[in-house]
């Protein structure tokens, strides 16, 4: 615990300098914070390297550090996008503060997840210092496009052949109760329902068979949550989440786009969903014919995922924790995250959440708290070595 306390002024002075630069996903630049971290691992002689996606854009740095000795390696993530500011007017201090108040980090990316790429970076730099006498390696994920759900970052690092395959990822998502062992998955579709164009006084308006089909979602027939003595306590959850249609008011469109998110379950995948969906358009058709069939097109698909308490790396995160006398709890969480795309895509195991209490989270006045973030870097910096086989 000394030496993170000892970490905690440096770690606080990088975040603050991380959520002084905007970095919202989709939106702003991603060059300028991430060279405010490729500025302090160069000057810390960490080796590092940009990662680009398919199309050249830059979508993060990855820090590695190899053992001294042959073994798995490790991987700490956390994104350096975040969300928008929403009402800027809204918040009580600008969301590029970066300022500390009354024991608070204050802006946006504060508590998801600045603080802990900061801290990350202060990680590498300890395992660094004693690479020799450690096995396998640890690798350090910066990655952006996380908050567009695009997942640049991190599918840039899994289709790196020159970055070792984890044999397991630790998410730096905030929250001081918990380890985050898994997530519902999620299957998302556009449907697109048509109807016949034309003046608004003389036809049937697209947006009311719309409007319809949401009924028919709302009401489907979903199942609730899990008896006690499942593993996967949470239940599946349908939201219609856009409509774009139509133009105006006198045109009647002749087609209207809605976004369904379904987040699913073991007992209700991804199958199910698609089931359930299409159903409920072919009800739509048959109740309220249209020009053509309402389709559906498939946009993301990933499956649950959930770790044993005892399985590794949740079993070290886990064991570190309670070493240091926090009581934390496995937790498997309602919204699905970079593990799911770790499990589904690479079967990599994966923790997606330990960190500082929050407030805000892609709300209004984000901020982190600082009093047990030396607690948290002590977590983590002790799973790492654990992970990594060091003898003490």
């Known amino acids: 615990m000394a030496l993170a306390t000892q970490r905690s002024t440096s770690v606080i002075e990088l975040a603050q300098e991380l959520v002084r630069r905007p970095s919202r996903g989709g939106i702003d630049d991603y060059s300028p914070v991430l060279t405010v971290l490729e500025d302090w691992l160069s000057v810390r002689a960490l080796p590092h390297r940009r990662l680009h996606d398919a199309g050249g854009q830059l979508v993060g740095l990855l820090v590695e550090i190899a053992g001294g000795r042959p073994g798995p390696w ?52 300890d395992v660094h210092a004693r690479a020799d006498t450690l096995s396998g390696g640890l690798a350090v994920l910066l990655d952006v496009d996380e908050h567009t759900g695009g997942f640049g970052g991190a599918r840039a690092y899994l289709a790196d052949p020159d970055a070792a395959r984890p ?11 918990e380890v985050v062992v898994g997530g519902r998955g999620l299957w998302r579709a556009t449907i697109t329902v048509h109807a016949p164009s034309g003046h608004s006084g003389s036809n049937r308006s697209v947006v009311s068979r719309a409007a319809r089909l949401v009924q028919l979602l709302d009401t489907a ?42 987040r699913t379950t073991p007992a209700f995948d991804a199958g199910d969903a698609e089931t359930l969906v299409r159903k409920a358009a072919a009800e739509l058709d048959a109740e309220l014919p249209g020009p053509a069939p309402t389709r559906i097109e498939t946009i993301a698909c990933w499956p649950p995922f959930q770790l044993r308490p005892d399985e590794q790396p949740a079993a070290a995160l886990i064991g570190a924790a309670r070493s240091l006398g926090i009581p934390v709890r496995a937790k498997t969480a309602g919204p ?9 895509e690479d079967g990599i195991p994966a923790t997606a959440g330990f960190g500082v209490p929050y407030e805000g989270l892609h709300g209004i006045d984000e901020r982190a708290r600082l009093a047990e973030l030396p607690q948290v870097y002590a977590v983590y910096h002790q799973a790492v070595l654990d992970l990594l086989g060091a003898s003490s």
């Open 336 to 344: 699905s995250n970079i593990g799911n795309l770790l499990a589904g």
């Open 167 to 177: 044999a397991g990822v630790m998410i730096g998502y905030p929250g001081m109760d």
């Open 74 to 125: 490790w991987t700490l993530d956390a994104c350096m996008d975040t969300a928008s500011f929403g009402d800027e007017d809204a918040w009580s201090f600008a969301p590029t503060s970066g300022d500390v108040r009354d024991g608070w980090l204050l802006g946006r990316g504060s508590a998801d997840s600045k603080l802990a790429a900061a801290a990350f970076c202060h990680i590498a730099a």
């Open 221 to 262: 027939d979903l199942p609730g949550p899990p008896q006690p003595g499942v593993d996967f306590l949470l239940a599946p959850k349908l939201s219609v989440t856009a409509i774009h249609g139509g133009q105006g008011f006198s045109v009647s469109a002749d087609r209207c786009d809605l976004n369904v998110d379904v």
